[in-house]
């Protein structure tokens, strides 16, 4: 199942998508910050309410 974090970049959007991931599930992360920790192994978007292209 893919599963929508919107603020996927902050401590409780990486605490969250660490636990989905690890009962086999997609986490997409949906944030206007950036992530700082990005790795290869997951899905992030970088949005703002601006960006309407998504």
Known sequence: MKILLTGGSG???????????KRGDVALRLDAAGCYHAAS?????????KNRSL
């Open 41 to 49: 192994d997951y899905y992030f978007a970088l949005y703002t309410t």
């Open 11 to 21: 401590d409780l959007g990486k605490v969250l998508a660490y636990r989905i991931e």
